[in-house]
């Protein structure tokens, strides 16, 4: 079946480490994001990539990064630099102009 | 910037009875409009979205909404709920009218009493 696959679902992180949450795609999808959820903030952009090689900042980028060097996966790193980690981690891809985005289940970081 | 409000967080509604989900936004022109559901733990589904024409636009699961111009609001509603239907609405708005760079409200959540 197409879709979009996180992975971990849960992940336990200590302060001062990097983590990497996966994020792969199987529906031929041009564009893919990153996006934060926290309670009551609905959803906030980290990252965006419209094509391969590229990608733009989001609205609360810093302390993340991004690469997206094949067309079906677009990894999130989060890094130290990221003073409230804790959140959960939404994927999502779609095809350009269509304004339906396809969201993985997501990804619960916890910082310990 | 744009900014999308959603002033019910959460509504609890009996089975059968109808809902409305209300959604306000601020954008210079008429913007692309969608409506998310989030099932708990869960990633987000596309109910509807609206890009012109007609105003009243259907959805899957029996949902539509409604955009009004004057009032600067995009409201989801369904005449009667199902206890599946608890979980979280989001509403989003398009930056840019390309239809892939959403600005989402705070979201909704929905109960539904037996």
């Known amino acids: 079946d197409g879709g979009i696959t996180q992975s971990p679902k849960y992940l336990f992180r200590k302060e001062g480490q990097n983590v990497t949450l996966s994020c792969e795609q199987n529906?031929?999808?041009?564009?893919m994001y990153w996006y934060r959820q926290d309670p009551g903030q609905g959803l906030r952009l980290i990252y965006y990539?419209?094509?391969?090689?590229?990608?733009q900042k989001g609205d609360i980028a810093e302390g993340y990064s991004v690469s997206r060097e094949k067309k079906e996966s677009f990894p999130l790193t989060v890094t130290s630099a990221q003073k409230n980690p804790t959140a959960f981690y939404l994927c999502?891809?779609?095809?350009?102009?269509?304004?339906?985005?396809?969201f993985g289940e997501g990804s619960r970081l916890t910082v310990l | 910037a744009q900014s999308v409000t959603q002033p019910d967080i959460h509504i609890t509604v009996s089975e059968g009875a109808s809902l409305e989900l209300r959604c306000n936004y601020s954008?210079?022109?008429?913007?692309?409009l969608f409506w998310y559901v989030q099932s708990p733990g869960q990633g987000l589904q596309l109910l509807l979205k609206?890009?012109?024409?007609?105003?009243l636009v259907q959805g899957i699961k029996g949902f539509e909404a409604e955009f009004k111009r004057s009032q600067s609001s995009f409201n989801l509603r369904k005449p009667s709920v199902h206890w599946s239907d608890a979980a979280e609405y989001f509403c989003?708005?398009?930056?840019?009218?390309?239809?892939?760079?959403?600005?989402f409200g705070g979201g909704t959540r929905l109960m539904v009493k037996p």
């Open positions: 989003a708005v398009d930056n840019n009218n390309a239809g892939n760079m959403l600005t």
């Open positions: 999502a891809s779609s095809i350009q102009g269509s304004g339906e985005l396809f």
């Open positions: 529906l031929n999808h041009d564009a």
């Open positions: 609206y890009f012109s024409g007609d105003t």
């Open positions: 990539s419209q094509i391969v090689n590229d990608f």
């Open positions: 954008y210079g022109a008429t913007p692309y």
